[in-house]
């Protein structure tokens, strides 16, 4: 298909409802490591992966020929056989799970079928239905999963299901009660008791949250937020669920998952993502006994597929190989340099933040005010385009640049990224100027 033919048949086949970040779509037609290149064979720098999911870099050869060699052995059985690519890497997921206490795993075939997954297990394991989740968090497009999101535009098809209520996060850069960290004594988390006590009947199935909210805009909390919630959590007979959908897998640089930077450990875990690099697959890891609170059958016919655990072991081992949690790490540390020496040329970055190879750029049309750039984030991720430079974008309000390269991205890579941002930035800045410029001559004639 010509690249006519392919945008003609995503306009005519496909839901509307399925957008895109250009307002001319953008084409992909191959990729290979830190790049992509589109129908028309321009090369990209991608320092978005997929929307965090390319963990080793696109098509990395290790996994593919794993996974092609699995292919064809054997693709699909289903949960209702055993296999060796299953049970393997269920086993190595155990031996890096936080602390080695999360050692059972469920697997399905995306992020949002692991949360689902993962709340149907603290609803059984505890017998109780009321779920806490965060303001500004994302876990998915599923009914369960857009209930438990804090964003209107993400929860769609009218009222959701009940049993869910939302928790003030930890947005530092925009306090939710107007405080300054460290001397608010993190009250957004201290807060958690009294809305258990207020808006639940008191005894709750648990709290699921993302240790850096990814949707909402990579909105970090302080060091000492989860150990406080998690304990406050238990105290009102509920399990900690750590959405690492986005955060895991050496992501956020120096540890396999999200919230081992927060020093707590997790009852059920879910992820997906990163771990398949671009294959479809989710898992739900819980602590033995939490795992064996959903009892009664279940199955997940694609959960589990051979081809999709080979693919998904072969990353996780790449990733160890080739001490890409160290690389996320030092090379994330250099991006966060270089973003703060990027957000010193351009006014329009208010706030950047994040871990590892997880980091973000809030951009606002003053710094004292903070209002949202949001037309500016839309005219920079264009900017971004022309330049050959793929980011994300994210944040309640469209205002917020995510970013995250492969895992085994190089600083060279990074300083190459540094130039490309900063010169799409000067781009809109020289634009913007010419606007006002302009609006001068007509107001001054």
């Known amino acids: 298909m010509t690249k006519q033919e392919i945008l003609l048949a995503h306009e005519q086949y496909l839901f509307p409802s399925v957008f895109h970040y250009f307002k001319e779509p953008l084409v992909i037609a191959r990729a290979k490591d830190q790049f992509v290149w589109d129908a028309d064979g321009n090369q990209y720098l991608d320092f978005f992966g997929g929307i965090v999911t390319i963990s080793v870099g696109h098509c990395n050869d290790t996994v593919t020929r794993k996974t092609a060699e699995q292919m064809e052995r054997l693709q699909h059985v289903s949960t209702v056989f055993a296999t060796e690519p299953q049970a393997a890497l269920a086993k190595r997921i155990a031996e890096v799970s936080p602390g080695g206490k999360l050692t059972k795993s469920f697997f399905t075939n995306s992020g949002t079928e692991a949360n689902e997954t993962a709340i149907l297990t603290a609803r059984c394991y505890t017998g109780n239905h009321e779920v806490v989740a965060l303001r500004h968090g994302y876990h998915g497009r599923s009914a369960v999963a857009m209930a438990a999101s804090g964003q209107a535009s993400w929860r769609l098809g009218g009222a959701p299901p009940a049993g869910f209520v939302h928790a003030l996060n930890a947005y530092c850069y925009r306090c939710p009660l107007g405080l300054e960290y460290p001397s608010c004594n993190v009250k957004c988390a201290r807060d ?47 399990v900690f669920i750590s959405d690492e959908v986005q955060t895991a897998w050496g992501r956020t640089g120096g540890k396999w998952f999200g919230i ?39 199955i997940s016919t694609f959960g589990g597929n051979p081809v999709t655990t080979t693919a998904a072991k072969a990353v996780i081992d790449f990733i160890d190989e080739n001490q890409l949690l160290i690389n996320a790490a030092e090379a994330g540390a250099h991006l966060r340099g270089r973003l703060e020496e990027v957000k010193g040329r351009h006014p329009l970055i208010g706030d950047v933040r994040g871990m590892g190879l997880m980091q973000a750029i809030e951009l606002v049309e003053d710094r004292e005010t903070k209002a949202p750039a949001t037309a500016a984030t839309a005219a920079l991720m264009e900017a971004a385009r022309e330049n050959r430079l793929l980011i994300g974008k994210g944040g309640i309000d469209g205002n917020v640049i995510r970013i995250t390269p492969p895992m085994n991205i190089s600083k060279s890579d990074v300083d190459d990224f540094a130039e490309r941002l900063s010169a799409s930035f000067s781009h809109i800045e020289r634009s913007n100027h010419g606007r006002k410029s302009v609006l001068s001559r007509i107001e001054d004639h």
């Open 192 to 238: 958690m008791e009294e809305l258990i006590r207020t808006s639940t009947s008191g005894r709750i199935a648990g709290f699921i949250a993302e240790p850096i909210q990814g949707i909402g805009g990579f909105i970090t909390p302080p060091k000492e937020y989860f150990e406080i919630v998690s304990g406050i959590v238990k105290k009102f007979g509920g």
């Open 260 to 298: 081992e930077h927060y020093g707590v450990t997790p009852d059920i875990l879910t992820s997906a993502k990163g771990l398949g690099n671009g294959l479809p697959i989710g898992v739900t890891v819980a602590r033995p006994e939490v795992a064996a609170g959903l009892k009664g059958l279940t």
